[in-house]
Structures are given as C-alpha cells and as structure tokens.
Nanobody, 114 residues
C-alpha cells in the first residue's frame, strides 16, 4: 500500500504562484505521475501527467503557466503553478500507478481570489 501526501495549497491572489508537493511512501512516480483537480460542481480533470523519459501532457488551460517536476530519489512530485487565475480554484490531487493499482492523495485546496 502506497500513501500519497500532498501539501502546498492555500489562498493566493490572481497572478500569484503556488508550489504543490506530493510525497509518496514508496517508489511510485518514476514511470508515471499526474496531477488532477476538481472544482465545485465539476468532474475531476487532468491537469498534467508525466511519464518515464519526461514526456508531459498538460491541459490546455494550464499550458505555459504550470510545470510538473519530480524527484525520484525523494519519491516526490511537484506542481509549480504561476499566473494563477480564479478558475484554477479547485482541490488538487496527485495520482500514481503501481502494479496496476491507482493511488490518490487526499487532495489540497487551492483558492485563487482577491
């Protein structure tokens, strides 16, 4: 059983930045890691995914503003979010896969508001 623990969410003004972290209890992110978000009343959506080799897939809405990175030695994946907009407000979840199982963090709230 792998546990994922997110941190770094909070309240930020439009145009501001936040860096989310997701620490895993095991080596789960070396092949695949993803960040999802879910806004109130909406379905959970993919923000970005990264696979072995470093290829990434960003949602159009965050391209050029968000950056995913990972530290395999620390079993941690990060999401740097810049130029935040009110529509980025959501609960953000990290996601990993291992041996055919999906693992999710508990979620961290990001609120973008003046």
């Amino acid at each position: 059983q792998v546990q994922l623990v997110e941190s770094g969410g909070g309240l930020v003004q439009p145009g501001g930045s936040l860096r989310l972290s997701c620490a895993a209890s095991g080596s789960i992110f070396s092949i695949y890691a993803g960040w999802y978000r879910q806004a109130p009343g909406k379905q959970r959506e993919l923000v970005v995914a990264i696979i072995r080799g470093g290829s990434t897939n960003y949602a159009d809405s965050v391209k050029g503003r968000f950056t995913i990175s990972r530290d395999n030695a620390k079993n941690t994946v990060y999401l740097q979010m810049n130029s935040l907009k009110p529509e980025d407000t959501a609960v953000y979840y990290c996601h990993g896969r291992l041996a055919g199982y999906d693992y999710w963090g508990q979620g961290t709230q990001v609120t973008v508001s003046s």
